[in-house]
């Protein structure tokens, strides 16, 4: 089984929510990631879990918080977010990292739409 | 620095006929590549990748790629499109320097018309 799974599938929140994403993979891998996907762009490293310690930050604002509560889980907590935070949010897992041959899979991802 | 090109920001093909989607990288060390396909509204699946092991990549769907160490190429070919090849095509390198990551182009879209 090689799928990452990710809900909700759509997300609508206000500025003043507070809302968190869920990502789940069971192919036994160690690193975890999340990427935000703007339209016609490629996806834009936020995070990176290697056996559930954070190790990338790429300087991602406070607003968007990371969760890895076991080695299949991912969340991101979301809080106060802005209008120009919409996008499609994807989470991918790779059976190591770092590990440059390692391809990552990715899930369906979340659109999501501040308002 | 790493960097990857992607030469054709859209390629229109006819159903039936062969696609080329074009990709150049820039490494100082020897990368591992991938092509991946996004269809609308969907996550990236993985359609191959190069690991140092033989140049010509086969793939799923159709695909393959060759890698070209000479020309810094990852050309990503089929020999006759479908319409449900009509998606968006990412060339990605990834090089183990100090952070292991993942760097994208700026994407291709195949359209396949019938």
């Known amino acids: 089984d090689t799928e990452v799974t990710q809900t909700p599938k759509h997300l609508v929140m206000g500025m003043t929510n507070k809302k968190s994403l869920k990502c789940e993979q069971h192919m036994g891998h160690r690193a975890m990631y999340w990427y935000k996907q703007k339209a016609k762009k490629p996806p834009e490293l936020m995070f990176v879990y290697s056996y559930e310690k954070l190790s990338i930050n790429e300087s991602v604002p406070s607003r968007f918080s990371p969760e890895c509560p076991n080695s299949s889980l991912l969340n991101l907590h979301l809080h106060a977010l802005q209008p120009e935070d919409s996008a499609l949010y994807l989470c991918?897992?790779?059976?190591?990292?770092?590990?440059?041959?390692?391809?990552?899979?990715f899930g369906p991802g979340t659109r999501l739409t501040v308002t | 620095a790493q960097s990857v090109t992607q030469l054709d920001s859209h390629v229109s093909v006819s159903e039936g006929t062969p696609v080329l989607l074009r990709c150049n990288y820039s490494s100082s060390y020897s990368p591992s590549l991938f092509w991946y396909v996004q269809h609308p509204n969907k996550g990236l699946q993985l359609l191959l990748k190069?690991?140092?092991?033989?140049?010509l990549v086969k793939g799923i769907n159709g695909f393959e790629a060759e890698f070209k160490k000479s020309e810094t190429s990852f050309h990503l070919t089929k020999p006759s499109a479908h319409m449900s090849d009509a998606a968006e095509y990412f060339c990605?390198?990834?090089?183990?320097?100090?952070?292991?990551?993942?760097?994208f182009g700026t994407g291709t879209r195949l359209q396949v018309f019938p």
């Open positions: 190069y690991t140092s092991a033989a140049t």
């Open positions: 991918a897992s790779s059976q190591d990292f770092p590990g440059s041959s390692y391809e990552q899979y």
């Open positions: 990605v390198v990834s090089v183990l320097v100090n952070t292991d990551k993942l760097i």
